[in-house]
């Protein structure tokens, strides 16, 4: 496999019967399930799950999600799911991309891009990143 860019997180993905459209495919709203489940799951790896976010009054919260569906997806297929943090501005934002590849024909799936604002919880309001994620998530970050 030859992914987008070097080094991504990975998480495994079967399609389930419970994902598929009246079309008989995975919905749209499966793979950004999918890209929200990565994205947890890579944070975790880096030290910044929930209970981290909480302990620190902060989290990062969707701002924009870019998704280009490029070919479906069917119950039974194993597929793979790459992230990669590829911006981070040092005050508020970060930015993911991911890539949603089927091992058994090659093909990528979805090619997305979501954007990330840190926010407090205690008010819902942008807040600027601690520290702790600048380190954690700029350790993991990766150039385009």
């Known amino acids: 496999m030859s992914w987008?860019?070097?080094?991504?997180?990975?998480?495994?993905?079967?399609?389930e019967a419970s994902h598929l459209d009246e079309f008989g495919h995975a919905n749209n709203a499966e793979y950004l399930r999918w890209v929200e489940r990565a994205s947890w799951a890579h944070s975790?790896?880096?030290g910044l799950d929930?209970?981290?976010?909480?302990?620190?009054?902060?989290?990062?919260?969707?701002?924009?999600?870019?998704?280009?569906y490029l070919a479906p997806a069917f119950v039974g297929d194993r597929l793979r799911l790459a992230t990669?943090?590829?911006?981070?501005?040092g005050r508020l934002t970060?930015?993911?991309?991911?890539?949603?590849?089927?091992?058994?024909?090659?093909?990528?799936?979805?090619?997305?891009?979501?954007r990330f604002a840190c926010i407090a919880l205690?008010?819902?309001?942008?807040?600027?990143?601690?520290?702790?994620f600048l380190a954690s998530y700029g350790r993991a970050m990766v150039k385009e």
Request: hydrophobic residues 40%; positive net charge; charged residues 35%.
């Open 84 to 89: 990669w943090i590829v911006d981070c501005d």
């Open 44 to 46: 975790a790896t880096l």
């Open 94 to 114: 970060l930015t993911r991309r991911f890539q949603l590849w089927r091992p058994r024909d090659g093909r990528t799936l979805l090619r997305a891009r979501t």
């Open 4 to 15: 987008d860019l070097p080094t991504p997180f990975v998480i495994d993905i079967e399609v």
């Open 50 to 68: 929930l209970a981290r976010y909480r302990a620190l009054d902060r989290a990062m919260v969707v701002h924009r999600h870019e998704l280009d």
């Open 122 to 132: 205690s008010s819902g309001r942008p807040r600027r990143l601690p520290e702790v």
